[in-house]
């Protein structure tokens, strides 16, 4: 008999976990996941303790407590100038990944298409599965991921219900240009259709650029649903604490998913989230210029080790061309043999792409301390120095 989901049972273990597990298995520094090796703000976790302490450990209210709601909304309006009824239009989830779920599932109906712009976050597809909505894949490719703006016109048609997308981009570092986001919005607006943009890395963007949501848009703030991630805001990744930000239409349709997903989140981070929310903008600024600081730590190394190495120009990760170390060398078989013979571990891009074809790239992610990332690259210099894969071979 056949018991096991159909849709899931076609996916195996995600790349992260697995890749994760090899790491450990191996004493590999991991640069594969994209989690910080620090523990964020103290003043945030302090005020998380303190609440836990206090009281309140009972269910919150389905939708998010008020006092993080409002949070979310006068950010939403400090940062970008967008108003936001925090009672009707943000609903805070049990992390992003349980937003985007609510997002597709509250709004998607069977044989709705969704265009999908990869290299694709591993749950992106899955989930427009299981709404039974039908995916419409465009993609970027390194190394420039410009928009494919011809292709992305003819994947938009009568069935079109949704655009979902993120920037910035997971895996690829892009940060969508004002003129990018302007060709999406009128597509999306042609095909009278909405557009759940997932913008957790949206304070981790580099070298002077700033953020631009697409609600901020010419007539989008009704017809786009807004993913934020206090996790990459804050560096507490195992928090998961997300929040949705939609016209109230919208938003009500959202909470109906989510009231049958997780229905809450805990109540006493979601306090500290709030409180962060509103700490002063050289804590947004400095975590920027902090993590481009890593960035170019581990881009010169890796440069000086032999990789092409492409621009970053937001969130964790810095894609690099494996060729010139390696020649056509699978990246999954590049991926894994580092992790096992050099101690240290990447992603294969080809993960990210449904048709596997991009062959010849890694992700290496930057958010660790300085030391992890100088050792990182020290072990990657001895191993290439001493002949690399061909030394390890012959041994």
């Known amino acids: 008999m056949q018991f096991a989901n ?6 195996g273990t995600t790349i992260f976990t697995v890749m994760s597990a090899l790491a ?25 303790a303190d609440a836990l302490m206090a009281g309140g450990n009972q269910y919150p ?27 009707r239009e943000v609903i805070v989830t049990s992390g992003a990944t349980e937003a985007l779920a609510a997002a597709l599932l509250g709004l998607l109906n069977p044989g709705d298409e969704v265009v999908l712009i990869e290299p694709l976050y591993d749950s992106y597809l899955p989930i427009v599965q299981l709404a039974g909505a039908v995916p419409k894949l465009v993609r970027v490719e390194p190394p420039h991921w410009q928009l494919p703006r011809e292709a992305l016109t003819a994947a938009f048609g009568p069935k079109t219900r949704m655009l979902l997308m993120n920037s910035p981009m997971n895996p690829t570092g892009k940060v969508f240009s004002d003129d990018d986001l302007t060709f999406l919005a009128d597509l999306v607006k042609a095909h009278n259709a909405v557009v759940v943009c997932d913008e957790v890395h949206e304070h981790l963007v580099f070298d ?29 990744t195992g928090w998961k604490v997300g929040y949705l930000v939609a016209d109230a239409p919208i938003a009500a349709a959202l909470g109906r998913a989510h009231q049958f997903l997780t229905f809450t989140t805990a109540p006493n981070l979601q306090r500290a989230v709030a409180h962060g929310l509103t700490m002063d903008r050289s804590y947004f600024d400095g975590l920027a210029a902090d993590l481009a600081a890593k960035r170019d730590l581990l881009s010169a190394g890796l440069r000086r080790v032999g990789f092409d190495v492409l621009a970053a120009e937001g969130t964790y990760f810095i894609g690099a061309d494996i060729r010139p170390l390696v020649g056509d060398m699978d990246d999954v078989e590049f991926s894994r043999r580092l992790t096992v013979e050099a101690g240290v ?24 301390r300085e030391s992890v990332l100088e050792e990182a690259v020290a072990r990657l210099e001895r191993f290439f120095a ?10």
């Open 208 to 236: 002077g650029r700033a953020h631009r949501p697409m609600m901020t848009l010419p007539g989008m703030r009704e017809r786009t649903v807004r993913v934020g991630s206090a996790g990459k805001t804050f560096s507490l």
């Open 386 to 395: 001493a002949g690399g894969f061909q030394q390890a071979r012959s041994a």
């Open 24 to 48: 450990q298995e191996h004493g590999a520094v991991n640069l594969g996941q994209g989690f910080p090796d620090w523990e964020g703000p103290e003043e945030v976790r302090r005020v998380a």
């Open 61 to 87: 209210p389905m939708a998010g407590i008020p006092e993080l709601r409002r949070a979310v909304a006068e950010h939403d309006h400090r940062f970008y100038g967008i108003e936001v009824d925090p009672m």
């Open 6 to 11: 159909q849709i899931l049972s076609g996916y």
């Open 345 to 368: 571990t990447c992603l294969p891009f080809s993960a990210f792409y449904q048709a596997g074809d991009i062959r010849n790239f890694v992700r290496f992610c930057f958010c660790k």
